[in-house]
């Protein structure tokens, strides 16, 4: 089932309590699609990159499916670039800097062979493109998602407004699930914030789960305690592509196999932090996922009589 993926292709430096990397690949979109691929054997993204974007990195996301025909690349133009530093407890992280670089002029234009898009997952970078992107679509696609970041909430609050009213589901935080609704409940929050478009909601938890909401239903999924979490960049977006990959490969846009594919994105999200940037999510057995998803299953399950 064809999925679309739009975001940030992009270079990342990071600092973590555990250590510090110089520029790697990062982007809403790398992960996205790196996480995808293990449902869906092809996808299509929609990015831009300056010259210094490196072959390698280009050849890395054909080799997982990803088909780069909608990546334009600037040939004066610089990648854009981010870099954070994490606290600690490695659940808040500050943003040093932000350089849109390419992604200040960006115009996308969705292919002709991508437009019959299914699948439509507006990854984290600008509302305004998000929006053209969904507009550019001769026919609505069976389920849009939506990520974004308090950097867009703070700097295109009005853009980000009108592009909900046109989303499925919108991935969040915790903290910008608040900023968003004004409240401090997670659940009054989240039924102001289906108020304004998105019939669902996923608000990531961290290393505390998610919660993926639906009218009056709500489904917790945890995340793994894992020993070690090395850096956490890239989990939110690790997670989208996990979750939306398995609804396209299922074909099936039911409450119950949301719930399934909430699991399926903790799982992969869970891999992407034992390690820097992109390195364990790229490297993948279907081994190493089925004993992850195992442990899910038991993380969830109990037996238990009513009274
Ligand atoms: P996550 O940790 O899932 O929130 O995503 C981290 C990735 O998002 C990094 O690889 C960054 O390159 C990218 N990123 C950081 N800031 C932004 C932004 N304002 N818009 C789009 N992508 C961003």
């Known amino acids: 089932m064809s999925l679309l993926t739009v975001g940030t292709m992009a270079y990342d430096a990071l600092e973590t309590p555990f ?5 790697i690949l990062g982007g809403a979109a790398t992960y996205i699609a790196l996480s995808a691929s293990y449902h869906v054997a092809k996808s299509n993204i929609v990015s831009v990159v300056g010259a210094d974007f490196e072959q390698a990195h280009l050849d890395l996301l054909k080799s997982k499916g990803a088909d780069l025909e909608g990546v334009q690349i600037i040939k004066n133009g610089k990648t854009f670039f981010w870099s954070g530093k994490y606290h600690l407890d490695m659940n808040t992280r500050d943003t ?20 019959d898009a299914k699948y439509l997952m507006l990854g984290n970078l600008m509302p305004s493109i998000q929006q053209q992107v969904l507009d550019q679509l001769p026919q609505r696609p069976k389920l849009v998602v939506l990520d ?11 853009d980000l407004v009108e592009a909900l009213k046109g989303v499925d589901v919108l991935t969040i935080n915790d903290e910008e699930a608040r900023q968003m609704s004004g409240e401090y409940s997670l659940v009054k929050g989240a039924k102001k914030i289906m108020t304004m478009g998105p019939k669902y909601l996923i608000i990531k938890k961290g290393e505390h789960g998610a919660l993926l909401f639906h009218e009056e239903q709500i ?3 945890p995340a793994l305690p894992l020993e070690e979490v090395f850096d956490p960049t890239g989990a939110g977006d690790t997670f989208a592509g996990g979750f939306i990959g398995y609804l396209a490969k299922t074909d099936d846009i039911s409450f119950e196999n949301m719930k399934r594919a909430v699991i399926w994105g903790s799982a992969m999200a869970s891999f992407t932090v034992e390690k820097f940037g992109t390195e364990r999510i790229a490297n993948l057995t279907n081994e190493e996922i089925n004993e992850r998803l195992e442990e ?7 037996d238990i009589q009513l009274v």
């Open 19 to 23: 250590g510090k990397t110089d520029r």
């Open 96 to 115: 040093i800097d932000t350089q849109l670089n390419v992604l200040a002029d960006f115009n996308p234009t969705v292919p002709e062979a991508y437009k």
């Open 148 to 158: 974004t970041m308090n950097f867009w909430m703070d700097n295109c609050w009005d």
């Open 219 to 221: 489904f917790s999924a």
């Open 296 to 302: 899910f299953k038991a993380l969830v399950s109990v």
